[in-house]
């Protein structure tokens, strides 16, 4: 009896034995096949024939504009990519989607040409599905560059570019094309002062500089139209108002100079002080703007009506009170006409 029970203990011991290795044996097996199946892997060969380009679709689709920011030449962009090709070396038979590093496996590598500072927020993977389809997404959040002509502002409007280009030793053998499902822009931005009108994506062979290799990519670019609504009540009319009050001295009895020179002044100071408030609104270019000619004339009507008001000082001490009171009433009507040519002439295309 107790060898009976002794030889059930050790088919029983055998048997717990056999459960638990032998799925650990299998896991071993699976694994090194893995394993060699990655060894065979080089991630530096491009897929496919080597003396045809690989296809790659590409689709780049911008999420929010949150600024447009001229003073600084830059945008800030929240926008995804999305690029699918097909690596023959990748299919495998099975029936669930496999998610590799995106350094285990050969990529178009893309790098974003006009970037100042993005955030990505997913991880570095491709999805590789069983035919060797990959897939690699990726969402941007930052600032970009792009050069601005600023003569317009602030009528003007922008053709702004993200520009994505391929690098590496095979960017001569990538057929890009666009993946159109998967390209476009939100409607409802976060931007406020500027409307985009249209939006536009095609593959590009990128000139990235003198002497530098031409690259492959995709340039998205999108209209910008300056909204001039917060120009117009937060600058334009309150120079308005301030030339007209400076044009107050012209109805001011002549006698009367401390007051006629105390409000031409104060109009001079505050026009300089607008002009340091609007240069921060853009970079230090070297030519002049709409709103420029339109300051600059303001300030030059108002200095010459501190110029006709020592005039009519001048005939008022010498008492010819009614030769100053002649040129006050012309002025009237020469002053208001100026400001109106200097008003249309200023934002005139």
């Known amino acids: 009896m107790n060898n009976r029970h002794k030889i059930e203990w050790i088919v029983l011991y055998l048997f717990i034995c056999i459960c638990i290795l032998a799925p650990l044996a299998s ?7 893995s394993a060699a199946e990655v060894k065979e892997y080089i991630a530096e060969v491009r897929p496919g024939p080597q003396d045809k ?40 038979d099975i029936d669930y989607i496999r998610v590799m590093d995106i350094n285990d496996v050969w990529t178009p590598n893309f790098q974003i040409l006009n970037q100042q500072k993005l955030f990505d927020t997913f991880p570095d993977q491709v999805e590789i599905q069983p035919d060797g389809t990959v897939i690699y997404t990726q969402r941007y959040w930052g600032t970009l ?8 502002f602030p009528l003007d409007s922008h053709n702004l570019e993200i520009k994505i280009v391929t690098v590496g030793k095979d960017r001569k053998n990538i057929d890009l094309s666009m993946y159109e499902e998967k390209t476009g822009m939100s409607e409802v931005l976060t931007v406020t002062d500027w409307d985009v009108t249209s939006w536009n994506a095609n593959p590009k062979q990128v000139d990235i500089g003198p002497n530098l290799p031409i690259l492959p990519g995709v ?13 117009i009540i937060k600058v334009i009319v309150p120079l308005i108002l301030i030339v007209f009050m400076s044009l107050v001295v012209l109805f001011i009895d002549p006698s009367q100079v401390g007051p006629r020179f105390s409000i031409s002044i104060t109009a001079i100071l505050t026009l300089i002080a607008y002009r ?3 240069g921060n609104l853009l970079p230090k270019i070297s030519y002049l703007t709409h709103m420029d000619y339109f300051l600059f004339g303001s300030m030059f009507l108002v200095f010459a009506v501190l110029l006709q008001t020592s005039i009519v000082a001048r005939l008022t001490s010498m008492e010819k009170v009614d030769r100053a009171k002649t040129l006050d009433y012309w002025s009237r009507f020469a002053f208001v006409i100026l400001f109106l040519i200097v008003l249309v002439g200023s934002f005139s295309a």
């Open 145 to 152: 560059s792009y050069p601005m002509n600023l003569k317009n």
């Open 27 to 33: 896991r071993a097996q699976e694994e090194t096949s």
């Open 219 to 231: 340039v998205f670019s999108f209209e910008a139209e300056r909204l001039i609504g917060f120009y």
């Open 53 to 92: 380009p690989v296809p790659v679709k590409f689709g780049i689709m911008v999420l929010d504009v949150d600024s447009i920011d001229g003073a600084n030449q830059s945008f800030v962009a929240n926008f995804a990519i999305i690029a699918e090709w097909n690596d023959p070396r990748l299919a495998k």
């Open 276 to 278: 340091f408030l609007l």
